[in-house]
């Protein structure tokens, strides 16, 4: 059965450095998504991505995130500068549908910030 | 602003008992309403949607849920827990017509014992 995945899952970093999480959607998928959720906390929407474009983020996702298709297969978000509050599990997800369609997401990449 | 409530933050129950998971909606024009389910170090998984057709849905797994607008709510149940069943459940809802930008609840943590 076709499954998104997400490398890596755990990564450790230092404040101030750059992280970058990558996806490999479904492949037929046209609509990507990341979310996250802080440890305790609800799993909350970053970015919604369609056709090489931003479709819609949320006020999580400010300059120092990204989002990036480089090569017709990977899905990256990048954290440009990360801070201690980075620290949570991004799950990355893709559909086949825009509108009410299923999210497949994947296993989540669990980042440490110290 | 859409929201969504858990009710129960953990609920368990004996194998072959039933099960209920609770979860209301605020209310809104034609809420699209999912129930999700993380097992431990896996993805979430889509258990069921409802999407304004039948409001009694049948998911995976014997689960089903009623999509109740009276009472703004939209209920998990399964009438016999599973020991494979233990696992995080999340009431999902988006207003917007779209499979983005879902809004999470806190979710419930079923335990399941002998």
């Known amino acids: 059965e076709p499954e998104v995945t997400q490398t890596p899952s755990h990564q450790v970093t230092q404040m101030g450095q750059e992280v970058i999480l990558r996806c490999v959607p479904i492949s037929n998928h046209l609509y990507f998504y990341w979310y996250r959720q802080i440890l305790g906390q609800k799993v909350e929407f970053l970015v919604s991505?369609?056709?090489?474009?931003?479709?819609?983020k949320s006020e999580i996702f400010d300059d120092q995130f990204s989002v990036e298709r480089p090569d017709g297969s990977n899905f990256t978000l990048k954290i440009r500068s990360t801070k201690l509050e980075d620290s949570a599990m991004y799950f990355c997800a893709s559909s086949g549908q825009g509108r009410t369609g299923e999210l497949f997401f994947g296993e989540g990449s669990r980042l440490t910030v110290l | 602003a859409q929201s969504v409530t858990q009710l129960d933050s953990h609920v368990s129950v004996s194998e072959g008992t039933p099960v209920l998971l609770r979860c209301n909606y605020s209310?809104?024009?034609?809420?699209?309403l999912f129930w999700y389910v993380q097992h431990p170090n896996k993805g979430l998984q889509l258990l069921l949607k409802?999407?304004?057709?039948?409001?009694l849905v049948k998911g995976i797994n014997g689960f089903e849920a009623e999509f109740k607008k009276s009472e703004t709510s939209f209920h998990l149940t399964k009438p016999s827990a599973h020991m494979s069943d233990a696992a995080e459940y999340f009431c999902v809802v988006s207003y917007t017509g779209t499979a983005s930008k879902l809004t999470f609840g806190t979710g419930t943590r079923l335990q399941v014992t002998l």
């Open positions: 409802y999407t304004s057709a039948a409001t």
């Open positions: 209310s809104s024009y034609s809420p699209s």
């Open positions: 991505f369609y056709n090489n474009e931003i479709s819609e």
